[in-house]
């Protein structure tokens, strides 16, 4: 079983500038993925972006990374130059998307 | 479009009554999920079909039951609604390849008084 721990309810940040949510994850598997999806107010669940474990290097789509750490079962995602849509809940995931708690952002203009 | 279809969007329904959710999708996906979630609990897994014709329970599979009636669908159904079934429910599809993320549908918002 994967379990997934996001530690950070809330998070803001200012316009423009750079915001990381935190995802800690447990798992006995070897080959496994992550992701992270975003929710709107519109209730979508949006993929952001996702990891595959066997690969040394962090994804990266556009403004959105991630900090891949392995050995310590960390995957936190970072969001450069914060936009104004980027305002939503992000939840991280795993194999059959056994989802953390979500942390909600909040982008001050 | 192409994806996952949910309906109801929204559904009010007393204490006691039954109903049945729908989910369709038409990606040609094999596995299918059913997910709720509540303030607070993030998305919780109620029950799963990794292909046509098999459905396994998930996290908090009590008072649900649910068909993969095809390979396109795939519904979840109260037999006696309770309050505590008050919640946004999602149905989620992927392809075989795990490499891929799931899709999701809009949700229903299921109200129980």
């Known amino acids: 079983a994967q379990t997934v721990t996001q530690s950070q309810p809330e998070m803001s940040v200012q316009e423009a500038e750079t915001v990381t949510l935190s995802c800690t994850y447990d798992?006995?598997?070897?080959?496994?993925?992550l992701f992270w999806y975003k929710q709107p107010p519109s209730r979508q669940m949006i993929l952001v972006i996702r990891?595959?474990?066997?690969?040394?290097q962090n994804a990266t789509e556009n403004r959105f990374s991630v900090n891949f750490q392995k050995a310590a079962k960390s995957f936190s995602l970072k969001i450069s130059d914060s936009q104004l849509g980027d305002a939503a809940m992000y939840f991280c995931?795993?194999?059959?998307?056994?989802f953390g708690t979500g942390t909600r952002l909040t982008i001050i203009p | 479009n192409a994806g996952v279809t949910q309906t109801p969007k929204f559904q009010v329904l007393k204490t006691g009554q039954s109903m049945t959710l729908q989910c369709a999708q038409d990606?040609?996906?094999?596995?299918m999920y059913w997910y709720r979630q509540d303030p607070g609990m993030g998305l919780r897994l109620i029950y799963y079909?990794?292909?046509?014709?098999?459905?396994d329970k998930g996290e908090v599979p009590n008072g649900y039951n649910v068909s993969r009636l095809n390979k396109r669908e795939f519904s979840l159904r109260l037999e006696s609604a309770a309050p505590s079934q008050t919640s946004v429910y999602f149905c989620?599809?992927?392809?075989?390849?795990?490499?891929?993320?799931?899709?999701f549908g809009s949700g229903t918002r299921l109200t129980v008084v």
């Open positions: 990606m040609n996906h094999n596995s």
């Open positions: 798992t006995s598997e070897s080959d496994y993925y």
């Open positions: 990891q595959e474990a066997y690969k040394q």
């Open positions: 989620a599809s992927r392809e075989l390849d795990r490499a891929y993320g799931y899709t």
């Open positions: 079909s990794a292909s046509e014709g098999t459905t």
């Open positions: 995931g795993g194999r059959k998307l056994t």
